[in-house]
């Protein structure tokens, strides 16, 4: 004769674990219930699967992503006060050549004056 887990006589072609249902050791409830158990495993990992690894890499691009949006923020507002004919940019942008007549600054150059200009407009707005 052979009993459950329970203890219970076992009635023959019934699960061990599972004594209603009608198929042999391991039945299909012991199948989903270790399979509902293995992805709950792999959800809530300790730090050594795969799934926490993407993770990381997907924090890491996000971080990236926010670097380089706040860059292309500055970049943009930038260009708008260079657009803006009441901005007074155009005093801070040229430099005098001598002879030459006035020259445009360039590359971080540029980018120090304009951010000059529009700090001061900062400061005056409050």
């Known amino acids: 004769m052979s009993f459950d887990i ?5 009635a ?3 699960c061990e674990v599972h004594p209603h249902v009608h198929e042999e050791y391991p039945c299909s409830v012991c199948i989903s219930e270790k399979q509902s158990h293995y992805q709950q495993q792999n959800y809530q990992c300790s730090g050594g699967c795969e799934s926490e ?3 990381g890499q997907a924090q890491e691009h996000i971080e990236h ?3 380089e949006i706040e ?11 260079l657009r803006d004919p009441c901005s007074g940019v155009e005093h ?3 430099y005098s050549r001598g002879d ?6 360039s590359e971080n150059m540029l980018d120090d004056a304009v951010d000059s200009v529009m700090q001061k407009k900062k400061e005056a707005a409050k």
């Open 71 to 81: 860059l292309l923020r500055q970049d943009a507002e930038r260009y708008r006060c």
């Open 65 to 67: 992503l926010k670097r």
């Open 100 to 105: 030459y007549g006035r020259g445009l600054m």
């Open 53 to 55: 690894h993407y993770l």
């Open 92 to 94: 801070a942008i040229f």
């Open 6 to 10: 329970y203890g219970n006589p076992l």
């Open 12 to 14: 023959r072609g019934h």
